[in-house]
């Protein structure tokens, strides 16, 4: 009998069973999906479909841009460079190895059983798994749940593999679209959209809504969508798809925006909606256990289900569908099951999106706070005025810090510029520890960085930053 069988080997899932295994209890974890030599394929959508290979290319996309259109500025002339785009998947399938057999080894290291097949649970101690030629049941004191998710299909542009694909086909062109459209303009949609602009398609962005990045604050939402058509990415927003026709080579897709109904023709699509739970015959009707109309387990905030002894974590779960997110709750799982009296803090979970320049956020915005009858204080600072952000030729974006009005406790930082993913952790870290803005412009930052944008944008809520003006007070 096991102790803890954790169903998944994405962020999740992986940490989960290490931190188990490292508590002293007996684990095994199980992936259902299979590398070329038919063994577990353990790292998820996360490291074999998702953010490593994506970021992969963000960064090859982007030094083959920076390569072609920035190399002049300093005074470093070249010719125009060629692009190998079976070298540059070739690089990113290294990387995705290389981490997914390091998980294998860590499995190992830290004695976590591998299971091999598709899970479902019979009841709260007892799991079966099936391959393609066993089924064999496992006992258990604790199940964990963390079989993430797959993008979501939509009839009116159903995947093909071909010439309409998803985030993971998406990944594997073998040659740069001359016209690429893409559905959503989310962090799936406008990543994506990233990679191919750099390396020369024409990238239409398709969102239904009538709001760009929603999730996001107001004016760096605004600065982003100038910003991003500015790089060539043609974001139309209140477009909605309703029909993607595959035509020998192109594929005809139409839309409605504003009562007219519009058509554009391109060599790929990418369908980038969203995504959905992996809990299809994952639960025996007889097990407890059920989902709600949108495919996610209900949890509390210690990521409990009904059924005692069944946990369940990341993308399975409420909350943003984030690595980071789902490895913590992973960890907190484990403890609670250990008898540690570990938690989460949801409220402080940064959210990225790997552009370039990057977008960052953590904590509230503006409107969250006006919403909630919240009295705040903000400051902000462009990247335009950073002496190290203007020597590496990064000088779009800004930084806002958000305080509460009384207290000048942080409430929210957010950024849109470079190393802003980095910048806004350091906010993480201060709204850890319950940092005022008072805190923060009081702190040293090393000169020159990119992160005296956080310090300044910190003494500017409350009118003391040094290289702006500020407002008056």
Same mark, same amino acid.
């Given at each position: 009998?096991?102790?803890?069988?954790?169903?998944g080997?994405?962020?999740?899932?992986?940490?989960?069973?290490?931190?188990? %295994?490292?508590?002293? =209890?007996?684990?095994?974890?199980?992936? !259902?999906s299979?590398?070329?030599?038919?063994?577990?394929?353990?790292?998820?959508?996360?490291?074999?479909?998702?953010?490593?290979?994506?970021?992969?290319?963000? +960064?090859?996309?982007?030094?083959? @841009?920076?390569?072609i259109?920035?190399?002049?500025? /300093?005074?470093?002339?070249?010719?125009?460079?060629?692009?190998?785009?079976?070298?540059?998947?070739e690089?990113?399938?290294?990387?995705?190895?290389?981490?997914?057999?390091?998980?294998?080894?860590?499995?190992?290291?830290?004695?976590?059983?591998?299971? /091999?097949?598709? $899970?479902?649970?019979?009841?709260?101690?007892?799991?079966?798994?099936?391959?393609?030629?066993?089924?064999?049941?496992?006992?258990? &004191?604790?199940?964990?749940? $963390?079989?993430?998710?797959?993008?979501?299909?939509?009839?009116?542009?159903?995947?093909?593999?071909?010439?309409?694909?998803?985030? #993971?086909?998406?990944l594997?062109?073998?040659?740069?679209?001359?016209?690429?459209?893409?559905?959503? @303009?989310?962090?799936?949609?406008? !990543? =994506?959209? %990233?990679?191919?602009?750099?390396?020369?398609?024409?990238?239409?962005v398709?969102?239904?809504?009538?709001?760009?990045?929603?999730?996001?604050? &107001?004016r760096?939402?605004?600065?982003?969508?100038?910003?991003?058509?500015?790089?060539?990415?043609n974001?139309?927003?209140?477009?909605?798809?309703?029909?993607?026709?595959?035509?020998?080579?192109?594929?005809?897709? #139409?839309?409605?925006?504003?009562?007219n109904?519009?058509?554009?023709?391109? +060599?790929?699509?990418?369908?980038?909606?969203?995504?959905?739970?992996? #809990?299809?015959?994952?639960?025996?009707?007889?097990?407890?256990?059920?989902?709600?109309?949108?495919?996610?387990?209900?949890?509390?905030?210690?990521?409990?289900?009904n059924?005692?002894?069944?946990?369940?974590?990341?993308?399975?779960?409420?909350?943003?569908?984030? $690595?980071?997110?789902?490895?913590? !709750?992973?960890?907190?799982v484990?403890?609670?099951?250990?008898?540690?009296?570990?938690?989460?803090?949801?409220?402080?979970v940064?959210?990225?999106?790997?552009?370039?320049?990057?977008v960052?956020w953590?904590?509230?915005?503006?409107?969250?706070?006006?919403?909630?009858?919240?009295?705040?204080?903000?400051?902000?600072?462009?990247?335009?005025?950073?002496?190290?952000?203007?020597?590496?030729? !990064?000088?779009?974006?800004?930084?806002?810090?958000?305080?509460?009005?009384?207290?000048?406790?942080? =409430?929210?930082?957010h950024?849109?510029?470079?190393?802003?993913?980095?910048?806004?952790?350091?906010?993480?870290?201060?709204?850890?520890?319950? $940092?005022?803005?008072?805190?923060?412009?009081?702190?040293?930052?090393?000169?020159?960085?990119? %992160?005296?944008?956080? /310090?300044?944008?910190?003494?500017?809520?409350?009118?003391?930053?040094?290289?702006?003006?500020?407002?008056?007070?």
């Amino acid at each position: 009998m096991y102790d803890v069988i954790v169903i998944g080997s994405g962020p999740a899932g992986y940490v989960a069973a290490i931190r188990a %295994s490292q508590l002293g =209890l007996k684990t095994a974890c199980i992936e !259902e999906s299979s590398n070329a030599n038919g063994a577990s394929q353990l790292g998820g959508t996360c490291l074999n479909v998702g953010c490593i290979p994506s970021k992969s290319l963000l +960064d090859s996309s982007h030094r083959y @841009s920076d390569a072609i259109n920035h190399f002049s500025d /300093h005074g470093i002339e070249v010719n125009k460079p060629k692009l190998n785009i079976s070298k540059m998947m070739e690089r990113k399938d290294k990387i995705v190895s290389q981490l997914t057999m390091g998980i294998s080894g860590l499995f190992k290291a830290n004695k976590v059983t591998q299971i /091999h097949g598709h $899970a479902k649970i019979i009841d709260q101690n007892h799991v079966e798994v099936t391959s393609a030629d066993s089924s064999e049941v496992h006992e258990t &004191k604790n199940i964990v749940i $963390a079989s993430g998710s797959s993008p979501i299909n939509i009839s009116v542009a159903e995947i093909n593999n071909k010439n309409i694909v998803d985030s #993971t086909g998406a990944l594997a062109f073998e040659s740069v679209p001359k016209k690429l459209g893409i559905i959503g @303009s989310g962090v799936i949609g406008l !990543e =994506l959209g %990233s990679v191919w602009s750099r390396l020369g398609s024409e990238v239409t962005v398709l969102e239904a809504m009538d709001e760009f990045l929603p999730m996001a604050d &107001k004016r760096i939402a605004n600065d982003v969508l100038k910003e991003f058509n500015k790089q060539g990415l043609n974001i139309k927003l209140e477009c909605k798809v309703t029909s993607a026709l595959s035509e020998n080579k192109t594929v005809i897709v #139409t839309y409605e925006n504003n009562g007219n109904h519009c058509e554009i023709k391109v +060599d790929k699509l990418i369908v980038a909606v969203g995504r959905k739970p992996n #809990t299809d015959n994952l639960l025996d009707k007889n097990c407890g256990l059920s989902v709600d109309d949108n495919g996610f387990i209900p949890v509390n905030d210690f990521c409990e289900t009904n059924v005692q002894n069944i946990w369940a974590v990341g993308d399975v779960v409420r909350g943003p569908m984030l $690595a980071h997110k789902a490895s913590e !709750e992973g960890i907190m799982v484990v403890e609670r099951i250990a008898g540690k009296h570990a938690e989460m803090a949801y409220d402080l979970v940064p959210s990225v999106i790997y552009t370039h320049p990057e977008v960052a956020w953590v904590g509230k915005t503006e409107e969250d706070l006006t919403e909630a009858g919240i009295e705040f204080k903000t400051g902000s600072f462009p990247f335009a005025a950073s002496g190290r952000a203007l020597t590496s030729g !990064e000088g779009s974006g800004f930084i806002k810090v958000i305080a509460d009005k009384k207290t000048d406790t942080i =409430l929210g930082v957010h950024a849109f510029g470079p190393s802003a993913a980095d910048i806004v952790q350091q906010g993480v870290i201060a709204m850890e520890f319950g $940092a005022s803005a008072e805190d923060l412009g009081l702190t040293i930052f090393s000169h020159p960085t990119v %992160s005296e944008a956080l /310090h300044e944008a910190a003494m500017a809520v409350n009118g003391q930053a040094i290289h702006i003006g500020n407002k008056k007070k």
